[in-house]
T-cell receptor, first 114, second 112 residues
Framework: EAQVTQNPRYLITVTGKKLTVTCSQNMNHEYMSWYRQDPGLGLRQIYYSMNVEVTDKGDVPEGYKVSRKEKRNFPLILESPSPNQTSLYFC?????????????FGPGTRLTVT | DQQVKQNSPSLSVQEGRISILNCDYTNSMFDYFLWYKKYPAEGPTFLISISSIKDKNEDGRFTVFLNKSAKHLSLHIVPSQPGDSAVYFCAARFNQGGKLIFGQGTELSVKP
């Protein structure tokens, strides 16, 4: 089954404790991206990757890191989480086509930082 | 500064009637526009897209209209069905790149 998986689905952590949210896709997509969803603000792009070893900042990259060492994986790293990073996070992937980007989204990771 | 805006947080429509969801943008460098639908506790799903060189794209019950002079796009759903009840996000892509800007979303409720 074609899918984007994220782990964990729920996470409660404390300020300053490094964490990683994993994202994996099995569709051989070149493009992957991370978003956060907050009430009244919609979806905001954090980072995206056009292909392996190619990443770039989205709209709200501060406080986040990413890496793309393999095509299927695109982990999101919070080196020192803060309460303002409490949010619902989505990973997405797609082929890079002219009609970009008809993305497949993962189920979401709800993160709470206390 | 919000470059993609959905000014209506919610919309309620009767089953069988037309739903019109609106989206405004400010940046002329956007080259593709997309609509996504999101149910609670799920990730968004792609619905329909339109290139900036076109003014209309249709897919079944869903049609997207683009008015570049007004920097406005709209999604029409005809006829509306209760299963269409969800949050709808419009999104815009920067100039063939990977950067996407989403609107705040509009919650559509289709009443039987």
């Amino acid at each position: 089954e074609a899918q984007v998986t994220q782990n964990p689905r729920y996470l409660i952590t404390v300020t300053g404790k490094k964490l990683t949210v994993t994202c994996s896709q099995n569709m051989n997509h070149e493009y992957m991206s991370w978003y956060r969803q907050d009430p009244g603000l919609g979806l905001r792009q954090i980072y995206y990757s056009m292909n392996v070893e190619v990443t770039d900042k989205g709209d709200v990259p501060e406080g986040y890191k990413v890496s793309r060492k393999e095509k299927r994986n695109f982990p999101l790293i919070l080196e020192s989480p803060s309460p303002n990073q409490t949010s619902l996070y989505f990973c997405a992937s797609s082929f890079r086509t002219e009609s970009s980007y008809e993305q497949y989204f993962g189920p979401g990771t709800r993160l709470t930082v206390t | 500064d919000q470059q993609v805006k959905q000014n209506s947080p919610s919309l309620s429509v009767q089953e069988g009637r037309i739903s019109i969801l609106n989206c405004d943008y400010t940046n002329s460098m956007f080259d593709y526009f997309l609509w996504y639908k999101k149910y609670p506790a799920e990730g968004p799903t792609f619905l329909i897209s339109i290139s900036s060189i076109k003014d209309k794209n249709e897919d079944g019950r869903f049609t997207v209209f683009l008015n570049k002079s007004a920097k406005h796009l709209s999604l029409h759903i005809v006829p509306s069905q209760p299963g269409d009840s969800a949050v709808y996000f419009c999104a815009a892509r920067f100039n063939q790149g990977g950067k996407l800007i989403f609107g705040q979303g509009t919650e559509l409720s289709v009443k039987p």
